[in-house]
């Protein structure tokens, strides 16, 4: 089947961007790995951030500088400010498509605060607002008539010349590779975090596999180095533990039952600061007892069971344990405003690089940014997909891929796949993690080599094509190494500390370090990292404005 427009990705960014990009007349496509319902979106509990008055310009400014304050230099006020502004039309529509925002007597939307804002500004339904606005996003999307492909793994991006033909796929079902022509493709992939298995917030199997296409596709990545640590996932289950907890109140205590941060600090300096008192031997709690019942099980009730399912916890009652696991990453695909340097390709949510979180993302803005850029990048790819005809297919890349299909089932294997994931996930959290030093990051950078040597020696035990799950889990490891690796050398190459990342060798922020630092893969297993010029970004814009 051919399509108009092709939305690889099923989270917020990705629905806004297939249901924007869908007409009467043309074929919209939302490829997705797993079900439609299995997202980092649907994760997302806190809240959306939005100045709901257009016409509030102290609040927009204020919106503006604390998002631009929590990117420590590194984001773009333009992408920034058209974000913000765009904020109150986006729960608007969130709204009319059926989201269910918590309000209060007057029928107004209710806003909580959140940490490193100035003001309160997070709308939220509960504690489950990104699975509520997933949820009325399909809906809309399924009215529309919007074909979901689930259960299809995105192997590679097909082009002609620069610009996109479609995408080669890998249907579970059957283990089949398949092709989807497309006119334009949008790419909403979600972030890296599942490379620290064992230690993230994230499904096990969200390791960046776009970054990987992207790479091969001569896309550049930039930002790779910012990994978000959430502070608080529950110590025993990894579950996260929404920031709504601390902005409806919520403390956090160590073992002697002291506060040691203001829980109300940006997420970089308070996983810091609780990584700092475990290192001391202390444990850290959550502690919600003086909120009470009432409150905790109106405004927190999805934590409420899962603290009980999980681990046994009364959290109105008892008090919570928590650690700091990799939740969100800045860094992805390098673009304009959604477009990329290949023509008919967009990228939005997690996996690009907008130049919006920089350093270190606001809480509260991951949702916004998903939405704002999904839409922007729908309505982009539904005008290039109108002004373009279907391009040329080069079938030889389809079998290539066919060919390391046949491969990976051929052979015979001693090797576990699930420790070396294990594995990954450990050694990137031991040593790129919080704190990071060179001595750390040359330890990472060896052993992930090796596990990359390793992965290539990789076969299915079970070589039943029918719903084999060894064969892409094989293949999301391979992408998971080459992202790791982009991960490790930009934390190198930094030397300083900012925002998210923190060098314990290098403790001061620097100037000089003002600048993204970029990635290319300029061939198999080899990168070329630079730091971005500082008019580069004006540059790809003019490109961009005069290829069209």
Same mark, same amino acid.
């Given at each position: 089947?051919?399509?108009?427009?092709?939305?690889?990705?099923?989270?917020?960014?990705?629905?806004?961007?297939? @249901?924007?990009?869908?007409? !009467?007349?043309?074929?919209?496509?939302?490829?997705?790995?797993?079900?439609?319902?299995?997202?980092?979106?649907?994760?997302?509990?806190?809240?959306?951030?939005?100045?709901?008055?257009?016409?509030?310009?102290?609040?927009?400014?204020?919106?503006?500088?604390?998002?631009?304050?929590?990117?420590?230099?590194?984001?773009?006020?333009?992408?920034?400010?058209?974000?913000?502004?765009?904020?109150?039309?986006?729960?608007?529509?969130?709204?009319?498509?059926?989201?269910?925002?918590?309000?209060?007597?007057?029928?107004?939307?209710?806003?909580?605060?959140?940490?490193?804002?100035?003001?309160?500004?997070?709308?939220?339904?509960?504690?489950?607002?990104?699975?509520?606005?997933?949820?009325?996003?399909?809906?809309?999307?399924?009215?529309?008539?919007?074909?979901?492909?689930?259960?299809? *793994?995105?192997?590679?991006?097909?082009?002609?010349?620069?610009?996109?033909?479609?995408?080669?796929?890998?249907?579970?079902? !059957?283990?089949?590779?398949?092709? *989807?022509?497309?006119?334009?493709?949008?790419?909403?992939?979600?972030?890296?975090?599942?490379?620290? +298995?064992?230690?993230?917030?994230?499904?096990?199997?969200?390791?960046?596999?776009?970054?990987?296409? $992207?790479?091969?596709?001569?896309?550049?990545?930039?930002?790779?180095?910012?990994?978000?640590?959430?502070?608080?996932?529950?110590?025993?289950?990894?579950?996260?533990?929404?920031?709504?907890?601390?902005?409806?109140?919520?403390?956090?205590?160590?073992?002697?039952?002291? +506060?040691?941060?203001?829980?109300?600090?940006?997420?970089?300096?308070?996983?810091?600061?609780?990584?700092?008192?475990?290192?001391?031997?202390?444990?850290?709690?959550?502690?919600?007892? /003086?909120?009470?019942?009432?409150?905790?099980?109106?405004?927190?009730?999805?934590?409420?069971?899962? $603290?009980?399912?999980?681990?046994?916890?009364?959290?109105?009652?008892?008090?919570?344990?928590?650690?700091?696991?990799? #939740?969100?990453?800045?860094?992805?695909?390098?673009?304009?405003?959604?477009?990329?340097?290949?023509?008919?390709?967009?990228?939005?949510?997690?996996?690009?690089?907008?130049? @919006? /979180?920089?350093?270190? +993302?606001?809480?509260?803005?991951?949702?916004?940014?998903?939405?704002?850029?999904?839409?922007?990048?729908?309505?982009?790819?539904?005008?290039?997909?109108?002004?373009?005809?279907?391009?040329?297919? !080069? *079938?030889?890349?389809?079998?290539?891929?066919?060919?390391?299909?046949?491969?990976?089932?051929?052979?015979?294997?001693?090797?576990?796949?699930?420790?070396?994931?294990?594995?990954?996930?450990?050694?990137?959290?031991?040593?790129?993690?919080?704190? +990071?030093?060179?001595?750390?990051?040359?330890?990472?950078?060896?052993?992930?080599?090796?596990?990359?040597?390793?992965? *290539?020696?990789? /076969?299915?035990?079970?070589?039943?094509?029918?719903?084999?799950?060894?064969?892409?889990?094989?293949?999301?490891?391979?992408?998971?190494?080459?992202?790791?690796?982009?991960?490790?050398?930009?934390?190198?190459?930094?030397?300083?500390?900012?925002? $998210? #990342?923190?060098?314990?060798?290098?403790?001061?922020?620097?100037?000089?370090?003002?600048? /993204?630092?970029?990635?290319?893969?300029?061939?198999?297993?080899?990168?070329?990292?630079?730091?971005?010029?500082?008019?580069?970004?004006?540059?790809?814009?003019?490109? @961009?404005?005069?290829?069209?």
């Amino acid at each position: 089947m051919i399509y108009d427009v092709i939305v690889v990705g099923g989270g917020v960014a990705g629905l806004m961007a297939a @249901i924007e990009a869908k007409t !009467d007349t043309n074929r919209v496509a939302i490829i997705t790995k797993g079900n439609i319902f299995k997202s980092n979106s649907a994760m997302a509990s806190g809240g959306i951030n939005a100045v709901l008055d257009p016409e509030d310009k102290e609040a927009l400014e204020s919106h503006i500088e604390d998002t631009f304050k929590s990117s420590k230099g590194l984001g773009d006020r333009k992408n920034i400010t058209y974000m913000c502004k765009r904020s109150s039309e986006i729960i608007s529509k969130l709204v009319s498509y059926g989201v269910p925002f918590q309000r209060d007597e007057k029928g107004n939307i209710e806003q909580r605060p959140f940490g490193g804002a100035g003001i309160n500004r997070t709308c939220y339904v509960g504690d489950k607002t990104g699975s509520a606005i997933t949820q009325s996003l399909i809906k809309k999307a399924k009215e529309l008539g919007i074909k979901f492909l689930v259960n299809t *793994y995105v192997m590679n991006i097909i082009k002609d010349s620069n610009r996109v033909c479609g995408v080669i796929s890998l249907r579970r079902l !059957d283990s089949t590779v398949l092709v *989807y022509p497309a006119k334009s493709v949008v790419l909403a992939g979600g972030g890296y975090a599942g490379i620290y +298995r064992g230690n993230s917030t994230n499904a096990q199997d969200y390791t960046g596999d776009l970054l990987a296409v $992207a790479l091969r596709a001569g896309l550049t990545l930039t930002d790779m180095e910012f990994v978000q640590f959430h502070p608080t996932g529950i110590a025993k289950t990894n579950y996260l533990v929404t920031e709504a907890a601390r902005g409806e109140g919520g403390y956090l205590i160590n073992s002697e039952g002291e +506060r040691f941060v203001n829980e109300l600090d940006t997420r970089d300096k308070i996983a810091k600061a609780i990584l700092e008192q475990q290192n001391k031997g202390q444990k850290v709690y959550l502690d919600l007892r /003086h909120i009470g019942l009432e409150k905790i099980q109106k405004k927190l009730p999805s934590l409420y069971t899962v $603290a009980f399912n999980q681990v046994g916890i009364d959290i109105s009652k008892e008090l919570l344990e928590i650690k700091p696991v990799a #939740h969100y990453t800045m860094g992805g695909v390098l673009c304009d405003m959604t477009q990329t340097k290949i023509e008919g390709l967009f990228v939005c949510g997690e996996m690009s690089a907008n130049k @919006i /979180h920089g350093a270190n +993302r606001l809480g509260g803005n991951s949702l916004l940014e998903g939405t704002v850029f999904g839409e922007l990048a729908g309505q982009k790819a539904l005008e290039f997909s109108k002004k373009h005809e279907f391009s040329t297919i !080069d *079938y030889n890349l389809v079998i290539k891929d066919i060919l390391n299909v046949d491969k990976i089932f051929a052979g015979e294997t001693s090797k576990n796949f699930n420790a070396i994931r294990v594995s990954l996930g450990n050694s990137m959290f031991k040593y790129v993690g919080i704190l +990071r030093t060179k001595e750390s990051l040359v330890k990472a950078f060896d052993y992930i080599k090796y596990l990359r040597n390793q992965s *290539y020696s990789l /076969h299915c035990i079970n070589k039943e094509r029918r719903n084999n799950v060894e064969l892409i889990s094989i293949l999301e490891l391979r992408n998971a190494l080459e992202v790791s690796e982009a991960v490790i050398l930009a934390a190198k190459k930094r030397k300083e500390s900012r925002g $998210a #990342h923190h060098r314990s060798d290098y403790e001061e922020t620097k100037e000089k370090y003002t600048k /993204h630092i970029l990635i290319k893969e300029i061939k198999k297993g080899f990168f070329k990292l630079e730091l971005e010029e500082k008019d580069l970004l004006n540059k790809i814009r003019e490109l @961009i404005i005069n290829k069209h």
